[in-house]
């Protein structure tokens, strides 16, 4: 089974502020990569994913992030946070065949005004 | 177009009941999943399934009984509710043709065990 480990439970950060939001996994074998964003009593939305191609990823709201097959990396990154990115944020992994997804235990960011 | 749909969205159960949770998805997807959610857990596959009929155990398993005698249904049971049965519980959907598409998620059902 795979691991994905997010090793910051807990992130605050000044608005307007960069940050990032770190994600390891182990794999030897090629991987779909994601990151889900959680808002308060909502379900999960998909914020941006890695297929293939192009290392770095980007969303519609300024996220981006980058797959780092050396290092089994997939940090998700924003150069300047809002308080409405105030959100858990979970990243995840696919493996095929079988459409399994393992996630990790989550990023909750708090932005401070 | 609903997506991924759950009722009830909030329950309270006492210890020993029985109740379903019900997911349904109007995506066609052939994968659907449940999830529990605790905090500092992340997200635990309970069970899923690959296709109508067919089901399979995820990681946490126990205590819990599913089905999938739809494509668009995917039904969530606890026989007996227990105190540790308390958390948020999500469905979501895939498609069949590989991991690309990502998962699609319900809202979420409460759930509290007394």
């Known amino acids: 089974a795979q691991s994905v480990t997010q090793l910051d439970s807990q992130v605050p950060v000044f608005e307007e502020a960069p940050v990032e939001l770190r994600c390891n996994y182990s794999s030897s074998v090629s991987v779909y990569l994601f990151w889900y964003v959680q808002y308060p009593n909502q379900g999960l939305q998909l914020l941006l994913k890695?297929?293939?191609?192009?290392?770095l990823v980007e969303s519609i709201n300024g996220f981006e992030a980058e797959f780092n097959k050396s290092q089994t990396s997939f940090h998700l990154r924003k150069p300047s946070v809002h308080i409405s990115d105030t959100a858990e944020y979970f990243c995840?992994?696919?493996?095929?065949?079988?459409?399994?997804?393992?996630f990790g235990t989550g990023t909750s960011l708090t932005v401070i005004p | 177009n609903a997506g991924v749909t759950q009722t009830p969205k909030f329950r309270v159960l006492k210890t020993g009941q029985s109740m379903t949770l019900l997911c349904a998805q109007d995506?066609?997807?052939?994968?659907m999943y449940w999830y529990r959610q605790d905090p500092g857990m992340g997200l635990r596959l309970i069970h899923y399934s690959v296709g109508e009929g067919t089901t399979a155990k995820g990681e946490v398993p126990d205590g819990y009984n599913v089905s999938r005698l739809k494509k668009q249904n995917f039904l969530l049971g606890l026989e007996s509710a227990a105190p540790s049965q308390t958390s948020v519980y999500f469905c979501?959907?895939?498609?069949?043709?590989?991991?690309?598409?990502?998962?699609?998620f319900g809202e979420g059902s409460r759930l509290t065990v007394l």
């Open positions: 979501a959907s895939s498609s069949i043709a590989s991991g690309a598409v990502g998962l699609f």
């Open positions: 890695y297929l293939s191609g192009s290392t």
């Open positions: 995840a992994v696919s493996v095929t065949p079988g459409n399994q997804f393992y």
């Open positions: 995506m066609n997807h052939e994968y």
